[in-house]
Nanobody
Framework: QVQLVESGGGLVQAGGSLRLSCTASGRTYAMAWFRQAPGKEREFVASKSGGRTSYADSVKGRFTISREYAKNTVYLQMNSLKSEDTAAYYC???????????????????WGQGTQVTVSS
């Protein structure tokens, strides 16, 4: 069982930046970020697995996902934040490489507890 611990959320003004971190207790192959705004379904934000990186259209050019494999950690650098980025952000991970859809929630076996990001306009 892999545990994921997120950090880095907070309150920021529109146009500002935040960096989220997520550290896994064990080795993982794929790691991703999802988010859920109040009253909305959880949605894909970004993923990184092997040499493959994916982003949701809504964050392309503003968010960057990166991994530090030696520390089993994934980061999400969020720039040019907008009020619509306000949500609880969840880290997700999968230990094996046998999957086709990095954007799908069901791809991931492990989930963090979430960290709140609030962007004020």
């Amino acid at each position: 069982q892999v545990q994921l611990v997120e950090s880095g959320g907070g309150l920021v003004q529109a146009g500002g930046s935040l960096r989220l971190s997520c550290t896994a207790s064990g080795r993982t192959y794929a790691m991703a970020w999802f988010r859920q705004a109040p009253g909305k379904e959880r949605e894909f934000v970004a993923s990184k697995s092997g040499g493959r990186t994916s982003y949701a259209d809504s964050v392309k050019g503003r968010f960057t996902i990166s991994r530090e494999y030696a520390k089993n950690t994934v980061y999400l650098q969020m720039n040019s934040l907008k009020s619509e980025d306000t949500a609880a952000y969840y880290c997700a991970a999968r230990s094996s490489a046998d999957f086709d859809a990095p954007q799908a929630q069901q791809t991931y076996d492990y989930w963090g507890q979430g960290t709140q990001v609030t962007v004020s306009s």
